[in-house]
């Protein structure tokens, strides 16, 4: 225990169900195919020629802006909208995880269409799925969490993102206040990680929304472009807004409205993105005849690709036929370009093992564009995220149908297509050449041929037992993912252990052992070997006893162990022979990892 205080061991987040209460409905979804025939008419029309060889390619078109964070920038579509019951949210619910929002997910009850990787978040909710193939628990995190949000935009800042897009719909009714919420935990994360962010506002069934948009820009989030991590165009803070122009039943707002709005908003200083249909330029198939004046009022375009385009011909017939005259039109009429890249959709066998993605960025490169926007970063809902995603059968609940990312046979790290964002990113930038072959291997390390080491903490929520403990601060306190509980050997009576059970035999190169990250933790100095074992009896000592000085001033009370080459084991035991600050063993983390 700390020298002053008595922390206590927080409950569980209780996983009893709220009353039912079940997720309301939008009609079209922005998300979903909206014309059935929008792919086969790109064929069509494709049909008189094909894309031009790379030598034929026109030259660059000339900037209309000059870079700043969002031209000549990779950005993302932050959605953002993941919440589970017992996490705190005002909306009290399996926000976008399940269809019945009062329910958690389960193979009867859910909208997961890709399954997360979540061994990085510091806090996950339990599901009604049955366990993944590894065993493991079917866990979900919460967007409401703002260590989620911040391990999100930290991957941003590891893999090259440099602006991500923060979703806002209609705020007025009950989904407002999580909303509210989420553009403060966004702000957050980007000062931290050094991403820029902007808000960007998808009209999608907002009845109101002409005055009303005007009226939280002015009230809300007009206030966010004072941070330093606000995203500035041309010297003015960036708004987007998705939705004007489709042909759908819940975005029927006239021309003359959505101009209005447009103009107001560059009126008030703001530099105007427009997510539009993306036959903007024709007035055809998924777009509304008519609004040519709204599209050309925009500071920069971004048409929609979701449910357009599904293979590698696909994207060579739009290049041809609909990217490269979108650009000239762009170029024509003084407004940046900012077409979607996406990964596809993982759960329709879209992706090719990144194949598809890496045509998208080659394509848009040789058109010239200003910007790529990338659709999206965290849309497990609709298999079109490109975050740290299931890499494997065994990382999928059993039985569930869920595809994987080596759906195809090709194993794919869970942080692939971060990596192949990050690579599409320097080809927009010029940092590497232009080429056709996809620079990105689908896993990495090891020499290259060998599958990627595991990544994340392998001991998080895996078996752990102890020689003993302390009333209850028990040895799960250590590996529950929450930095407040701890374990707590009996009191005087050195020596004394905690091991975790990571399943099966798996390489370990670091540890990092923590206490709570509390002022009331005075700093000590524990003496801990770290030892492995194959079968749980025979242990090897991986690191010899030495005093390791836990302060709360310093790395949040932790401490890390760097083997000095990997080792395998199945068990990892922690021992701990002294400690200078209670005569105990403590630990409130014990995560295990196969890097260094």
Same mark, same amino acid.
């Given at each position: 225990?700390?020298?002053?205080?008595?922390? %206590?061991?927080p409950?569980?987040?209780?996983?009893?169900?709220?009353e039912?209460?079940?997720?309301?409905?939008s009609?079209?979804r922005r998300?979903?195919?909206?014309?059935?025939t929008?792919? +086969?008419? &790109?064929?069509? &029309?494709?049909?008189g020629?094909?894309a031009?060889?790379?030598?034929?390619?026109p +030259?660059?078109?000339?900037?209309?802006?000059?870079?700043?964070?969002?031209?000549g920038?990779?950005?993302?579509?932050?959605?953002?909208w993941f919440?589970?019951?017992?996490?705190?949210a005002?909306? $009290?619910?399996?926000?976008?995880?399940?269809?019945?929002?009062?329910?958690?997910?389960s193979?009867?009850?859910?909208?997961?269409?890709?399954?997360?990787?979540?061994?990085?978040y510091?806090h996950?909710?339990? =599901?009604?799925?049955?366990?993944?193939?590894?065993?493991?628990?079917?866990?979900?995190?919460?967007?409401?969490?703002?260590?989620?949000?911040? !391990?999100?935009?930290?991957w941003?800042?590891?893999?090259?993102?440099?602006?991500?897009?923060?979703?806002?719909?209609? %705020?007025?009714?009950?989904?407002?206040?999580t909303?509210?919420?989420?553009?403060?935990?966004?702000?957050?994360?980007?000062?931290?990680?050094?991403?820029?962010?902007?808000?960007m506002?998808?009209?999608?069934?907002?009845?109101?929304?002409?005055?009303?948009?005007?009226? $939280?820009w002015?009230?809300?989030?007009?206030?966010? #472009?004072?941070?330093?991590?606000?995203?500035?165009?041309?010297?003015k803070p960036?708004v987007?807004?998705?939705?004007f122009?489709?042909?759908?039943?819940?975005k029927?707002?006239?021309?003359e409205?959505?101009?209005d709005v447009?103009?107001w908003?560059?009126?008030?200083g703001?530099?105007?993105?427009?997510?539009?249909p993306?036959?903007?330029?024709r007035?055809?198939?998924?777009?509304?005849a008519g609004?040519m004046?709204?599209?050309?009022a925009?500071d920069?375009?971004s048409?929609?690709?979701?449910?357009?385009?599904?293979?590698?011909a696909? &994207?060579?017939?739009?290049?041809?036929?609909?990217? !490269?005259?979108?650009?000239?039109?762009?170029?024509?009429?003084?407004?940046?370009?900012?077409?979607?890249?996406l990964p596809?959709?993982?759960?329709?066998?879209?992706?090719?093992?990144?194949?598809?993605m890496?045509?998208?960025f080659?394509?848009?490169?040789?058109?010239?564009?200003?910007?790529?926007?990338?659709?999206?970063f965290?849309?497990?809902?609709?298999?079109?995220?490109?975050a740290?995603?299931?890499?494997?059968?065994?990382?999928?609940? &059993?039985?569930?149908?869920?595809?994987?990312?080596?759906?195809?046979?090709?194993?794919?790290?869970?942080?692939y297509?971060?990596?192949? #964002?990050?690579?599409g990113?320097?080809?927009?930038?010029?940092?590497?050449?232009?080429?056709e072959?996809?620079?990105?291997p689908?896993?990495?390390g090891?020499?290259g041929g060998e %599958?990627?080491?595991?990544t994340?903490?392998?001991?998080?929520?895996?078996?752990?037992t102890?020689?003993?403990?302390?009333?209850?601060y028990?040895?799960?306190n250590?590996?529950?993912g929450?930095?407040?509980?701890?374990?707590?050997?009996?009191?005087?009576?050195?020596?004394?252990?905690?091991?975790?059970?990571?399943g099966?035999?798996? %390489?370990?190169?670091?540890?990092?052992?923590?206490?709570?990250? $509390?002022?009331?933790?005075?700093?000590? #100095?524990?003496?801990?070997?770290?030892?492995?074992?194959?079968?749980g009896?025979?242990f090897?000592?991986? =690191?010899?006893?030495a005093g390791?000085?836990?302060?709360?001033?310093?790395d949040?009370? =932790?401490? !890390?162990? #760097?083997?000095?080459?990997?080792?395998?084991a199945r068990?990892?035991?922690v021992?701990?022979?002294?400690?200078?600050?209670w005569p105990?063993?403590?630990?409130?983390?014990?995560?295990?990892?196969?890097?260094?």
């Amino acid at each position: 225990m700390p020298m002053s205080a008595s922390v %206590p061991t927080p409950a569980p987040p209780s996983e009893t169900a709220h009353e039912p209460a079940t997720a309301p409905s939008s009609g079209l979804r922005r998300r979903t195919f909206v014309a059935g025939t929008l792919v +086969a008419g &790109a064929v069509a &029309a494709a049909a008189g020629g094909t894309a031009r060889a790379a030598e034929d390619a026109p +030259a660059a078109a000339p900037l209309a802006s000059p870079p700043g964070d969002v031209v000549g920038k990779i950005t993302v579509g932050y959605q953002g909208w993941f919440a589970c019951s017992g996490d705190g949210a005002p909306i $009290d619910g399996w926000w976008h995880w399940s269809q019945n929002w009062g329910q958690p997910p389960s193979p009867s009850n859910t909208a997961i269409v890709s399954w997360p990787d979540v061994s990085e978040y510091a806090h996950t909710y339990r =599901s009604a799925y049955p366990a993944l193939g590894n065993g493991k628990p079917a866990n979900l995190f919460s967007s409401y969490d703002q260590q989620t949000v911040d !391990t999100h935009f930290r991957w941003m800042r590891e893999y090259g993102i440099d602006t991500a897009a923060l979703q806002r719909f209609n %705020p007025n009714g009950g989904e407002g206040a999580t909303r509210d919420a989420m553009a403060e935990k966004v702000r957050l994360a980007a000062e931290e990680h050094g991403r820029k962010f902007y808000i960007m506002y998808d009209a999608t069934g907002w009845t109101n929304m002409q005055p009303e948009m005007k009226a $939280d820009w002015l009230s809300k989030m007009r206030a966010y #472009t004072d941070s330093s991590a606000y995203a500035y165009q041309n010297g003015k803070p960036v708004v987007g807004i998705w939705g004007f122009g489709f042909n759908e039943p819940n975005k029927t707002w006239s021309a003359e409205v959505c101009l209005d709005v447009v103009n107001w908003f560059k009126d008030q200083g703001c530099y105007v993105m427009g997510g539009v249909p993306t036959h903007w330029r024709r007035g055809v198939e998924d777009s509304r005849a008519g609004y040519m004046d709204v599209y050309h009022a925009f500071d920069m375009l971004s048409p929609w690709m979701v449910g357009r385009i599904g293979s590698v011909a696909d &994207a060579d017939n739009f290049y041809a036929n609909v990217n !490269t005259p979108d650009q000239a039109d762009c170029t024509a009429n003084g407004v940046d370009y900012q077409p979607c890249v996406l990964p596809g959709d993982l759960q329709g066998g879209a992706r090719a093992h990144g194949d598809f993605m890496w045509r998208q960025f080659y394509n848009m490169k040789r058109v010239g564009v200003q910007g790529i926007y990338i659709s999206m970063f965290d849309e497990y809902n609709e298999a079109n995220q490109i975050a740290k995603t299931a890499a494997t059968a065994a990382d999928v609940p &059993a039985g569930s149908g869920i595809k994987a990312l080596d759906e195809d046979g090709t194993p794919c790290s869970s942080d692939y297509y971060l990596r192949l #964002t990050g690579d599409g990113g320097k080809l927009l930038k010029g940092e590497i050449p232009l080429t056709e072959t996809r620079p990105t291997p689908t896993v990495v390390g090891n020499g290259g041929g060998e %599958p990627e080491l595991p990544t994340g903490d392998l001991a998080l929520l895996r078996g752990a037992t102890a020689s003993g403990q302390t009333q209850g601060y028990g040895p799960g306190n250590a590996v529950d993912g929450d930095p407040r509980s701890y374990w707590e050997s009996p009191n005087n009576s050195f020596p004394q252990w905690i091991q975790v059970d990571l399943g099966e035999s798996r %390489p370990v190169r670091r540890l990092v052992l923590s206490l709570p990250p $509390d002022t009331a933790w005075e700093k000590r #100095t524990q003496t801990v070997e770290v030892l492995g074992s194959a079968d749980g009896s025979a242990f090897t000592s991986l =690191s010899a006893p030495a005093g390791r000085v836990f302060d709360p001033a310093k790395d949040a009370n =932790s401490v !890390t162990i #760097t083997l000095a080459s990997t080792a395998n084991a199945r068990y990892v035991r922690v021992r701990i022979t002294a400690n200078t600050g209670w005569p105990a063993g403590q630990l409130a983390g014990l995560a295990v990892y196969a890097t260094s």
